[in-house]
């Protein structure tokens, strides 16, 4: 195995082994509340999960953003500037935080509104979203250092992180929810918990020395608005991003509240599952993040190519195996899931579209983290935006007499929509040759 791919395996086996974990957490939440006699609860959880992404996945800049910063100036040489992108990304991670707890209350409402689901699972959404706000801080201030972990090449801190969060997690589901009869709020209570410990871990990940570095820095990086204000505009555009991608996801479960509870909850275990293939291909994503932004910041542009061509093999692969896996691990896998006969006809109707996604989606994971790596963030959201307002929404509008297959569709073409027009944008991008700016 050639040196570039023996990179992207190390940088790429611990992200896979981490990401997968997460939605293995949804999983965990999805089986131990689609067993209990009310699909209300799932539902619930299932409607506050894709409210609250809106309020933390919507600065999931903060991760993204430390990682292409941290990665070019690490590849030019530069320790001191990456710290100092570290130590700027923890401030505001800390002051979107605190909003978010001050404001927690009225966030919980104002998410189950835009949702408009039925009264009983809007209640638990809204109870499940005002108990995970008060992990903010842990959230936030995690994203920033996984970022830093990413860009430095370095990701089996990050793995370490997540498998003690989410390990923990599941055994506290298990006492919330069986235990104590806890419900979604348990399930609530289990990943606050959880998070605060991963976050502890993440700290201790970054060792003594750099800590000691960080603290130095700390009061030069907190004066000036300067700094702030550039940081900001520069991650703008991938909050803008991630808030349509997140939309995407929110209006699919919206939309699957309108055909009944059954369908939302059949719909949140199967979204759980195309997570659990996502993550697994972000993975690789991640790679290309870490080695496309060392190169670019080295003025390596062949070597930003070959990291490309490669990640691409690896994504590629691995979403023809994640398909493999669903077509013929069906029968086995989905009866573990719940044993609510109309949620079990969900998966049945429905399952042809799981097995499409992977492959669909793959192109676009694999160029998220090619232009993350890369700094380029306007395009990644004017790709994001046409893909939502210009295909998802539409397909949707003209697939609705189709129920929950038009749903489903309407998603597959989204997401295959993702790749195309970022393949177009990349292809431009090479054919003007600006991927490294001369101010670079």
Not at 411 to 431: E, Q
Request: with cysteine; net charge neutral.
């Amino acid at each position: 195995m050639n040196t570039l791919n023996s990179k992207i395996l190390r940088i790429a086996w611990p992200a896979v082994v981490a990401n997968i974990s997460v939605p293995l957490l949804g999983l965990v939440d999805a089986a131990l509340l689609g067993h209990l006699s009310d699909p209300s609860h799932l539902a619930g959880v299932a409607i506050g999960t894709a409210a609250l992404s809106f309020f933390y996945w919507g600065f999931s800049f903060l991760r993204m953003g430390t990682t292409g910063e941290v990665a070019r100036t690490l590849g030019a040489g530069n320790l001191q500037d990456a710290l100092d992108s570290l130590c700027r990304s923890g401030v505001v991670a800390g002051v979107i935080a605190l909003f978010l707890l001050v404001f927690a209350h009225p966030l919980a409402q104002l998410g189950v509104l835009l949702m408009n689901p039925e009264e009983t699972s809007g209640l638990l959404a809204q109870r499940y979203m005002e108990i995970r706000f008060l992990s903010a801080p842990a959230v936030l201030t995690t994203y920033v250092i996984v970022g830093w972990f990413i860009g430095s090449q370095n990701t089996r801190w990050p793995l370490v992180v997540l498998l003690t969060t989410n390990l923990l997690n599941i055994v506290l589901d298990a006492h919330f929810i069986l235990d104590r009869g806890m419900a979604s709020e348990g399930a609530a209570l289990a990943t606050v918990i959880a998070e605060y410990v991963g976050l502890a871990v993440a700290i201790l990940g970054l060792g003594g020395e750099k800590l000691r570095l960080l603290a130095q820095r700390l009061g030069s990086n907190i004066r000036g608005a300067n700094p702030y204000l550039r940081l900001l505009k520069a991650n703008a555009e991938i909050m803008v991003r991630t808030l349509a991608l997140l939309f995407a996801f929110a209006f699919f479960t919206a939309a699957g509240e309108r055909l009944g509870t059954t369908v939302v909850a059949a719909n949140a275990v199967m979204i759980q599952l195309l997570l659990f293939a996502s993550f697994a291909l972000d993975g690789f994503a991640y790679a290309a993040e870490g080695l496309a932004g060392q190169a670019l910041g080295a003025r390596r542009l062949q070597d930003f190519y070959e990291v490309t061509r490669q990640c691409g093999l690896w994504v590629g692969g691995s979403g023809f195996l994640i398909s493999m896996i669903i077509l013929f691990g069906y029968s086995s896998l989905f009866p573990l899931l719940s044993d609510i006969s109309s949620v079990r006809e969900v998966f049945d109707a429905q399952r042809v579209w799981l097995i499409l996604l992977p492959l669909v989606a793959a192109p676009s994971y694999l160029l998220d983290g090619i232009f993350i790596g890369a700094g380029a963030t306007r395009p990644m959201m004017i790709c994001m935006l046409v893909s939502v307002l210009l295909v998802f929404l539409p397909c949707w509008f003209l697939t609705q007499d189709w129920g929950n297959h038009g749903l489903w569709l309407s998603f597959t073409v989204f997401n295959a929509m993702r790749g195309l027009t970022m393949g177009l944008a990349f292809w431009r991008i090479s054919y003007q040759n600006r991927w490294i700016p001369s101010s670079l």
